[in-house]
Structure formats: C-alpha cells, structure tokens
C-alpha cells in the first residue's frame, strides 16, 4: 500500500473513532455554494489577453458538529464547469476541512473555498481568473475577529513538489479595522515559487512578495448614499529570481480607491501610479504572479461599476462593466456574477 493510501485510511479510520465517540453530541451539518460567471473582455489587449470566461462552480458539503457549532468537519468537492470546453470541461477537487468556531476566533484546516476567507484580495492581488477557476485554499487559516475589525492569516499550498512541478505555496494576511470613520488596513501575500525534482541549472527558485497597506475613511449613510469609502496606500512588492544577476526588484507605487453604494447600484475607482509590480512578464502568471496584469503598467485606472438584480441572504446576482486603462488604451469587461450560499453558510 502507498503512503497516500496509507495517510487517507488514517484519515478515514480516525473520523469514523471522533464520529463514535461524540455520536451523542453530534449534529449533522450540510452547506452548498456556487459562483456563476460570464466575463466578456474587448479592446487593448497588451497587458492582457481579450477573451471570455464563462461557467459554474459548485461546492456541495456534508459534514458534523459538535459543541454547539465549535467545531465542525466538511467534505464535498469543488466542481467547475466551463462553458463551451470540450476537453476537461468539467474539472473536481475534494473539499476535506475542519474548522473550529468561536465568537472571536476562527480556525481552518483543509482543502476549502476561498468564501470561508474573511478577506476579499483586491484583483491586483489576485486576479478574477484565479477566483473563478482555482477557488480551493489548500492549506490553513487563523481568522480573530473584533468590535472594530478582524485580522486573518492563511497558507495556500498550490503545488506539492514532483519530477514535473514545482513546490509552491502562498502566505498571506488580510487585516482591516474601522476606528469611526477611519479605516486601518493591510493585505499581501509571500509566494514561493520552488524547483521540482531533478531541475536543471537554468531553473530557479523565485521569491514574490507583495503588499497594500491603506488608510482611509468610510461612512455610512452620507448625504444621498448608502455608504461611501475613500482609502490611500502603498502598492509594493519584492520580486526575486534566484541564481540571476540583477535578479532582485523592489517596485513601490501609490494605490487610491474610491467606493460608493446607492440602493442596489456600486461604483468603484481603483488607482495605480508606480514602477512595474510584474518584473518578469506576463508569461509567469499564474505561477508567482497571481495578481491582474494591469499593474505592469506605470499608470493604470479601473472602473467597476455594478448593479445588483437579485440580493437576499442566499443568492446575489451582479451584472456590470469594468473598464481598465492604461497608457497603451482601454479594454472592458462585461460581467454578470451569481453568488449562492445555502445551508450553514449565508
């Protein structure tokens, strides 16, 4: 018997002996979510390529509970399917986690969505494409949440090492708190892009780090609106490609973002003046580089501009228009977004 078959018949027996022995206090548990999505991209294509995305993805669970709700293990699966693909248009991966609850403190530890995250990266963090077709966290999460904000730690284990991949994983935090009207914040991540067995000598490890640390003001209710936040930071990264002369670059830029909420309708303006946070191109995102390619650019503007069809505490449905500009000319997306959440997780 492998050591995978040996570590997942562990894994089972040890369920089955925790299920036996709480089998009173137990409660069973069950949450299924999805993200529905048509994004349709036109005009200049330089930093990124125009084409569309379209399909579901689905995440059925199952689990127990015990405590109240303290605790809680899921399994279920991520399935996707992408419109109009012939060939793997329907890919699976197991969602297997446990999680402990409590009114301050969170804890995660698994194969889980990116919805169980407190935080939301930005797309120049992370990019549309990952959240719709890598949205399993693989990895651990350590979540605190206040009276006045919240602060999240995670791990994202993307790539184990083999003779043909390379060992990868993401190390993030997301932190923000609100303290009346003003607005402390931070969110980044660490990426290791590592070597795989048997590399050769013109392989290397790379190093990305990058991070946004804001302030701002948000209010609710002011004049006419329903909400309205302005907030301000730095954009900077560390981008490092080892074994390499002139293989560090540490790029720093100025970030402005400007939301409004009126009834069902959201504005949003984002703002990127500052050096190259891509060093090495677009032929490595999705590898180190997992945040919109628009920031290659030394100035970039994108306008998000949403209206909500259907909103309750189980389905959202979103249709809009975003539209990026940099110096070498526009490109827009037409979206519509469908967000559904059932079961204990509203």
Do not use: C
């Not at 995305?53 to 199952?62: E, F, I």
């Not at 990868?168 to 932190?175: E, R």
């Amino acid at each position: 018997m492998s050591m995978r078959n040996s570590l997942g018949s562990l894994a089972l027996v040890s369920l089955l002996l925790l299920y036996a022995a709480n089998a009173i206090a137990q409660q069973p548990v069950w949450d299924v979510s999805a993200l529905g999505f048509f994004d349709n991209s036109e005009g200049d294509h330089t930093l990124r390529p125009t084409q569309t995305y379209a399909g579901m993805s689905l995440n059925p669970k199952v689990g127990i509970s015990w405590n109240e709700g303290q605790h809680r293990i899921m399994g279920g699966a991520n399935v996707i399917t992408r419109w109009g693909a012939d060939k793997d248009a329907i890919k699976a991966k197991p969602l297997v986690y446990y999680q402990y609850s409590s009114p301050r403190f969170r804890f995660l530890f698994g194969n889980y969505t990116r919805d169980k995250l407190l935080g939301d990266f930005p797309d120049y963090l992370l990019s549309d494409t990952v959240r719709y077709f890598r949205p399993v966290v693989q990895g651990m999460a350590a979540q605190y949440v206040g009276e006045h904000g919240y602060f999240e730690a995670f791990l994202d284990w993307t790539s184990a090492i083999s003779k043909k991949d390379r060992e990868q994983f993401m190390a993030g935090i997301n932190t923000k708190f609100l303290l009346g009207h003003l607005l402390l914040g931070a969110e980044g991540y660490y990426y290791h892009y590592a070597l795989h067995y048997g590399s050769s000598e013109t392989e290397h490890i790379h190093d990305y780090l990058i991070a946004h640390p804001f302030v701002g003001l948000s209010y609710t209710q002011p004049a006419f609106l329903d909400s309205l936040e302005l907030k301000a930071g730095l954009l900077t990264a560390f981008d490092r490609e080892r074994g390499i002369e002139k293989g560090s670059h540490t790029p720093l830029g100025f970030l402005g973002e400007l939301s409004a909420v009126l009834k069902r309708l959201q504005f949003k303006e984002t703002i990127y003046a500052g050096g190259n946070m891509q060093h090495f191109g677009n032929e490595h995102f999705g590898q180190y580089y997992w945040g919109d390619t628009y920031t290659q650019a030394p100035f970039y503007s994108r306008t998000d501009l949403n209206y909500r069809f259907i909103s309750n505490d189980y389905v959202n449905v979103f249709g809009g228009v975003i539209v990026n500009a940099t110096k070498y000319g526009i490109n827009h997306h037409q979206v519509i977004t469908l967000r559904l959440n059932l079961g204990g997780n509203k």
